[in-house]
């Protein structure tokens, strides 16, 4: 499982939407760092008394898991708890954090280095501490674990080569390397590694992260790189090579969480610290792919406690099936009547070309640009939209406004000269010109843009699991998080579905709303 | 008698060329007149800036004597009926919808539309069967008849044709030219047809104005222009016409 933790350490390539490059999130977060004072002013007059707190967490297991035990231990505590799961990245936790939308969330010491604070990596604990003081978040201690990149191999193949640190493969130049495309290119990935440590580069070959396991197991490759809590270490029993050079980055887990939180809860997050080892970790992560239920690898790390929990009484598919679907048209629509609304009006302007016409064709081709996330990560730190519906709302409007636009304007345009001048020469006034002649003639093409605006937005609508607004993105989003494909199937074929029907229905629709004349 | 439109130092230009240079002309009531000349020599400039899709460069045009103005230019183009080419009919509407549409738009009484559309019908024989019908499902002779029917529907003082019959074929041709000159007559229509056809000209026209490079160079009837060309452009317009009927 490929993991958001670090800068540049890409989220996975399997992600719903368009996966935000290194400098984009780069330039977030110096967008962020200067953004308006007024934005600052708002904000933290925004979300002010939560009733409850609302826990972040990052679209991968771990994340999942540990959100999941620190609310489990917030509850505990007597404080009703909510966890937004598998928010965007780093970004929009970042954000939504320091614009006291969540209360905390797990993250990283690499990333809040290299990410967050942009801090060079000789910085101290304390160091850091004062400067996300600054933005009014506070840091645990480590939890423990230490989730960074490793070089895996099998126990039977490392113990008969008596090979236990990364500097041991210096005398094996027969193994095989299986690594990941992303690790061979990383700057700090293998290039450096293999400097560092000296070690053979003939037997190399680039592989699937997924697919390496099997490789390993099945004796085509002898070395492979991983991340080192990954689940799949303890499933496949693999022996982590120890990193005794010391090249890797540390990426130890800790909360950060507002410096405003009640003191018992952080009490609560404190008590956590020290109490998760790699280990652990590796055995919670595989509990939750196992079960592919969180709250069970969360209920696993308290067994130790010997509180165990009676199960929740799940929710059933069906009724979890009408909530995904309910919210995702809601999100939708809402999103398309708002492109609509909004499109129509700029089209018709766009029609007369001229300056202005040229201007609102380039920016709402421009919008649609912008990755999702990106997008997500902008709005998230507005005040009235933060972790909520509305954002994703308004990057479904904002992407959805192109082609009704586009369409709108094309299909003015597309009016034949001697109808257009009949129009006029009849006598009537601009407003019934548009009315009664103009948009019912390229009614076709507006449609036709509508239409492929709600196609895209019932797909882009899952891009609303990123902020934790629901929808059927949220099966699909833990279902890619699990490698669970009947989760994914859980999302994606009623969205299939429901694009299907929606496009059925505009067919429908064009029957009524495309006069007969143009339909001959 | 007054004219009804007089133009007086009405020029046009498009970019560096002139479509139109001054021009000073006045139509008269209850006549036919017809503009002719080479393509390009600015007959359709001539009849856009009449009904106010062009606006003149320079000099004024007068309908009853009084200017026309960016102020009364939409009341005056309700009093003034337009057919071109190809008819600009709307296709999103039935026969039935392009004629009646102004009058719809005005709320006209329902009964005065109906009785007011059979007559048009009459006028211009377009089956009344066929009034339910898209644009498309005409032919290119009934489009016209159409087209005709929406510029008359509110009884214009002042019709202007740019080449109505241009896209038609021999016999509908005829036809209609036969139904235009009736109409005309029976209407006692003021009318400025547009045409390339020197014989068309002389059917419909009652005064004939033969343009080029955008200049009037001579009004008169047929006869005049034959007997008394004032140009050497006239003799060579009217040979040029008469040796493509030859062929
Ligand atoms: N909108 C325009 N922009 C630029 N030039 C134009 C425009 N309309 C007309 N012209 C030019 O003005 C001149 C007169 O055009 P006009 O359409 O009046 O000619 P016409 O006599 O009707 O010709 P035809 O018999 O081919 O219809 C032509 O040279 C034409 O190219
Ligand atoms: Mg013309």
Known sequence: MRRIRKAGKQESRRDLCVPTSRPIHRFLLSFFSCVPAFLIIFSSVSVSAAPIIIIGSKKFTESYVLAEIAKRAVEDAGVPAEHRQGMGGTIILWEALRTNQIAFYPEYTGTIGEEILKASPSTSTADMRARLEKSGV????????????????????????????????????????????????????????????????????????????????????????????DAKIGENDLVVLQDDLQFFPQYKAVFLYRLTLPENVIAVLRKLEGTL???????????????????????????????????????????????????????????????????????????????????????????????????????????????????????LFLYGLLPIVRNTATGLQDIAQPVRESAIALGLEPSARLWKIYLPIASRTILGGIKTSAVINIGTATLAALIGAGGLGEPILSGLNLNDHATILQGAIPAAVLALLVQWSFDLLDRFLIPKGLRL | MTALVQLRGVSKTFGAAAALHSTDIAFERAKTTVLIGPSGCGKSTLLRLIIGLLEPDDGIIQFEGAP????????????????????????????????????????????????????????????????????????????????????????????????????????????????????????????????????????????????????????????????????????????????????
Not at chain 1, 191 to 198: D, K, S, T, V
Not at chain 2, 98 to 126: G, I, W, Y
């Open chain 1, 277 to 395: 080892d790699e280990k652990r970790m590796i055995q919670l992560n595989a509990e939750a792919e196992r079960t592919k239920n969180y709250t069970r690898a969360a209920d696993l790390y308290f067994q130790n406690d010997a509180s165990p929990r009676q199960p929740r009484s799940g929710e059933s598919l069906t009724h979890k099936l009408i909530r995904w679907t309910s919210r995702h048209l809601e999100l939708a629509g809402i999103s398309l009547l708002l492109s609509i609304i909004v499109g129509i009006p700029l089209g018709i302007a766009a029609s007369r070309g001229g300056a202005i016409g040229q201007a609102i064709l380039a920016v709402t081709a421009a919008v649609q640009t912008i990755p999702s996330l990106a997008l997500l990560a902008l709005l998230v730190p507005v005040p009235f939209f933060g972790i909520s519906p509305r954002t994703a709302i308004a990057a």
């Open chain 2, 68 to 247: 026309t103005t960016f102020a009364n230019i939409a009341d005056l183009r309700r009093r003034i009926g337009y057919v071109i080419q190809d008819g600009g009919l709307f296709p999103h509407l039935t026969a039935r919808q392009n004629v009646l549409l102004m009058s719809m738009h005005l709320k006209r009484p329902a009964a005065e539309m109906d009785q007011r559309l059979t007559e048009l019908c009459a006028l211009t024989r377009f089956p009344q069967t066929a009034l339910d019908r898209y644009p498309i499902e005409l032919s290119g002779g009934q489009r016209q008849r159409i087209s005709l029917m929406r510029a008359l529907a509110l009884s214009p003082e002042l019709l202007l044709l740019d080449e109505p019959l241009g896209a038609l074929d021999p016999l509908v041709r005829a036809a209609l030219q036969k139904d235009l000159k009736e109409i005309f007559a029976r209407l006692k229509q003021t009318a400025i047809l547009v045409t390339h056809d020197l014989a068309e000209a002389a059917y419909l026209g009652d005064v004939i104005v033969l343009m080029n490079e955008g200049r009037v160079v001579q009004i008169g009837t047929l006869e005049d222009l034959r007997t008394k060309p004032a140009a050497k452009f006239v003799t060579e317009f009217i040979n040029a016409q008469r040796g493509l009927a030859l062929v």
């Open chain 1, 138 to 229: 506070g840091m645990t201690g480590e939890l423990g674990f230490n989730n960074t990149y490793a070089l895996v191999m099998q126990r039977t193949t490392a113990e008969r080569l008596q090979i236990h640190t990364i500097s041991d493969l210096r005398n094996h130049p027969e193994l095989k390397f299986g690594l990941t495309h992303e690790f061979i290119d990383r700057r700090d990935g293998w290039q450096p590694l293999a400097e560092r440590y000296q070690l053979p580069t003939q037997n190399i070959s680039g592989i699937d992260h997924g697919l390496g396991y099997g490789a390993l197991r099945n004796g085509s490759i002898d070395v492979k790189d991983a991340y080192s809590t």
